[in-house]
């Protein structure tokens, strides 16, 4: 891949965790700040267990977008797909780990944040990730990638990760 191709691959990645900051971080807590809060939490010091899985989130999501930039030779984003199927690192375990992150990071900041208007959040991004997933994302890696998708799928759940890793077929 051309240097240039490289460095327009980052600039737009780092747009689109741009996003994925906002989505995780900037509107949970928001939401908590306004101090919507259906029903309260009041957790001590056991909030503070909510940055285990936000520093995980966080961890797989950078994880995916440097898979996706170097091996995928693209990005997450539909604006500039990847030319080639990611299968490696957490997408041996899982079909898509940077929902996965962003879910674990709101899901840390539920404890964090000790708010119940961030569980209904995160209900509702779960919500809008999976139709996105089912709807539009799945059909077009069938298009793009065919049959090594279909395999792939086959093989690796769209959320739960299974403990055997998958290795493609060369």
Known sequence: MSAIRMIGNIFLSLLGL?????VSVSLPYWIAARGFD???M????????????????????LWCYGLFIFIGKGTP??????????????????????????????AGEVLLFESSGVILYLISIFIVMN??????EESTLRR????????????????????KPFIPKE
Do not use: T
């Open 18 to 22: 741009a996003v994925v900051w906002i």
């Open 77 to 106: 984003w539909q604006f500039n797909p990847p030319k080639k199927l990611v299968v490696a690192g957490p997408y041996r375990f899982v079909r898509n780990p940077i929902e996965d992150g962003v879910l674990l990071i709101v």
């Open 42 to 61: 009041h957790l001590g010091n056991f909030r503070f267990l909510g940055w285990i899985p936000m520093i995980i989130g966080a961890v797989i999501v």
């Open 131 to 136: 139709a996105r997933m089912v709807f539009f």
């Open 38 to 40: 259906p029903f309260p």
């Open 144 to 163: 793009r990638f065919g049959q090594p998708y279909e395999e792939y799928c086959r093989s690796v759940h769209r959320y739960l990760p299974k403990l």
